[in-house]
């Protein structure tokens, strides 16, 4: 007699479910590591194709970012502070 189904002719209705369960178990686990390990590649090439850009041209991802954030910041305080003028 099955421990989902009350039945003894539904141990294999039982036995297909816990199948199910199984292999859609092992399928999500594969899945995370798999979609894991991608991340993981795509970051590491993303890594040496900025720095290969930024070795053979001026062009530097640090100071365009740091002069991006320096503009947006002092728009943001000549917005907030614009009263005082």
């Given at each position: 007699?099955?421990?989902?189904?009350?039945?003894p002719?539904?141990?294999?209705?039982?036995?297909?479910?816990?199948?199910m369960?199984i292999?859609?178990?092992?399928?999500?686990?594969?899945e995370?590591?798999?979609?894991?390990?991608?991340?993981?590649?795509?970051?590491?090439?993303?890594g040496?194709?900025?720095?290969?850009?930024?070795?053979?041209?001026?062009?530097?991802?640090?100071?365009?970012?740091?002069?991006?954030?320096?503009?947006?910041?002092?728009?943001?305080?000549?917005?907030?502070?614009?009263w005082?003028?």
């Open positions: 007699m099955g421990r989902i189904f009350k039945t002719s539904d141990d294999a209705v039982e036995e297909t479910l816990r199948s369960h292999a859609n178990t092992v399928d999500v686990a594969y995370r590591g798999w979609g894991w390990l991608k991340a993981i590649v795509f970051s590491i090439i993303t040496f194709t900025i720095s290969g850009i930024e070795f053979y041209s001026e062009w530097s991802l640090w100071e365009v970012t740091g002069d991006w954030l320096k503009e947006k910041l002092r728009s943001w305080s000549d917005s907030i502070f614009s005082r003028n």
